[in-house]
């Protein structure tokens, strides 16, 4: 791609020479618009973000710890690490201190899990409709993608999983969004979680249960993650990005303690530690004891936001479109109607309507379209004002597709 | 490694399966117990982190930044690039923001650019006794090691690498601690800087700069990084971890702007950008202008401390012992006698004279040798009493070995 006066060309890794950019890097960028209203990125609402407390815990933290500021054992902020215990308690999931590997954001847990397990060429068993940082974190390693249809309203197919594994297939892991599924909303049900985990065991192949959606949860009653049902073959990825703020990048893994020592080896060759003081930060901001009632909040904001939507989709989209309520996470997931081409609706949007959205086949997995009629809305992000807004525009140009 | 119940296995990817504990977390470990001193890692003195100015510039940005806690395009802060642009100036770099992309740390810049550039089982440059943390980040990709000797004056030999090049070998990269080297002390002479800038470009083969003691320059005069001598094919990984604080992770890579959109896509499958609040805490710390200061202050102690170290060791360690004194960084690499059995001298330090150093070999590269009766020594972390007394218990038990 560079070529110097010598004629020589920069060689890149086989991998990277076609690599596309990322949409989502370019959703950001047009997101950075002035006056747009974005459903695009999954963004939180960074009104709402705790930033009197965080910005007070992270002070103490330079005042009285001066060493988080030096470097630190990977991953280790002990009293993090008992916050997260109790926190994972909270949702039916028991395990210890010496089970949590901090990371870099859920990102990293899941991009070093991929490391840890899976050979260049590989087989990952993931759903049609996925998370594309995911398939990013996968590219290098070319691997062959197992896939399975999903529900919108009960998650990954797991039949399909089971027929996969019966027949022979034993792929590095399977990936699971198991709540607030990105892009789907879904969350998968008691059943398939109980079956799912059952499979892991039997089969011996490990679930990556990625769940940055998970404390986000609008019923009353929430189901256990897969982690809860099947401590030993199930990983866990959680992150703070979605209940606290994304901009100061923590997460964790929860994993069998004898995987620990594998993860501190990746994880130094990646970045040596994860920050010191941001790790201490948010210690201190769990230890204040305030997130209980801060998720309340979100809780509360996101689920008005989320039905805002849902009866503006109904107002203003055709009657064949097809939207579920998902429980939890900040992600609606629309099929609209055949005749809706749906990149041409996002370009009008963002042109004529101010609106930006992502279309649903930038989330299909290479080879499927699946996704061509969705779109996937995030309702975390904009007010009410603005999904009342926003909706009714895009529901103009849907109409205006149909009458062509 | 896992066995269930059920008598399944869990298989981790084959580079996995038998990778050692990293000797540097071992050492943080054995480090952290208290009374010991240190001279095994590379930390930066915790006394003199610019505390206060940090705090005041964090806190800033959170009462006047809100957005810094959300996500962000991945690295990007332009005003810290700017500073980074004015920095890299006073090294006789030329650069403009759109070739910098921010890293989480200097680790993760060196990782991302391996990923881009290294096929699975293709060829690095290398010295061979080298800093461990960059064969960390190859060893997933089991490449093939060229290696070429060190002078312990003026750093890699160059020759050699022609020698290599000449011979046909094109490896994806050399990988080049031209200043403070790690674990050598070594800074590269400038006719070889030239020289080897020279071949990079000749042959199309880029090199990758790890510069995270360049800034820790205690000559009146220091000779440009190769970066200053080859903008197209040198590819510099610069980190704020050791001219302000490691716990902040904060590094940045200057590159053709070709490469900053791959940058992205790897970036962004890592860990999605790099945290927001602690690029903006960085880069308000910078714009306060006390970093030229705090350098000044770092160069003046780590320097006196290097001296000490080296008048104990011309002190108290055998006639026969040999030490440069290093123009940058924070080690002093030693060649003991060849009586001197080096495990069993750290095993000694540790247990009866409470002091920690890093044996050499830790630092050869596989199959390699040449760092059998080395140590390193870091002179960053310790008081000048600590150093006296650690040299000299050092010292001790050599002579006691001399006599067995």
Chains 1, 2 share one sequence.
């Not at 047009?30 to 705790?50: C, D, W």
């Not at 027929?163 to 034993?170: D, E, H, N, S, T």
């Not at 055709?318 to 939890?328: D, G, H, L, V």
Request: charged share 20%.
């Amino acid at each position: 791609m560079t070529t110097t006066d010598t004629g020589k060309t920069l060689r890149l890794a086989s991998w990277a020479q076609n690599t596309a950019p990322s949409p989502m890097q370019d959703m950001l960028a047009l997101t950075a618009r002035p006056g747009l209203i974005s459903f695009g990125l999954g963004l939180p609402n960074q009104e709402l973000f705790p930033r009197e407390a965080f910005a007070e815990a992270s002070a103490d933290v330079l005042r009285n710890k001066p060493h988080t500021l030096q470097y630190g054992p990977a991953g280790v902020a002990h009293t993090l690490k008992t916050s997260i215990v109790e926190l994972m308690k909270g949702r039916g999931v028991t395990c210890t201190e010496d089970e949590i590997f901090l990371t870099t954001g859920a990102q990293q847990a899941i991009n070093m899990l991929a490391r840890l397990l899976l050979e260049p060429g590989g087989q990952v068993l993931t759903e049609e409709i996925t998370y594309p940082g995911f398939l990013q974190v996968l590219e290098p390693f070319a691997p062959e993608l197992l896939t399975v249809p999903s529900c919108p309203q009960t998650g990954m197919d797991v039949d399909a999983v089971e027929a996969l594994l019966q027949a022979g297939k034993r792929p590095a892991f399977i990936y699971s969004i198991t709540d607030g599924h990105n892009p789907l909303g879904s969350s998968m049900s008691r059943e398939k979680r109980e079956k799912l985990a059952r499979l892991a065991r039997e089969y011996g192949v490990p679930i990556v249960e990625d769940d940055p959606y998970g404390f986000l949860s609008y019923d009353e009653v929430s189901v256990p993650p897969l982690k809860a049902l099947e401590s030993e073959w199930v990983f866990y990825a959680g992150s703070f990005s979605k209940i606290l703020a994304p901009g100061v990048r923590i997460g964790w893994l929860i994993v069998p303690e004898a995987l620990i020592q594998k993860l501190s080896v990746v994880k130094e060759s990646y970045d040596i530690n994860t920050a010191n003081w941001s790790q201490h930060s948010v210690a201190a901001y769990m230890e204040s004891g305030k997130l209980a009632e801060h998720l309340q909040l979100l809780r509360r904001e996101y689920s008005a936001r989320r039905d805002t939507m849902l009866r503006a989709i109904e107002a203003y989209f055709p009657a064949e479109t097809r939207a579920e309520k998902p429980s939890n996470g900040m992600f609606l997931w629309v099929e609209l109607p055949d005749f809706v081409d749906v990149p041409t609706l996002l370009r009008d949007a963002v042109e004529h309507k101010k609106v930006a959205f992502f279309p649903g086949q930038a989330f299909d997995t290479p080879g499927n379209t699946k996704g061509k009629h969705g779109m996937r809305l995030n309702f975390s992000n904009a007010t009410h004002e603005q999904i009342e807004q926003g909706i009714k525009g895009i529901g103009e140009l849907i109409e205006a597709q149909r009458s062509k």
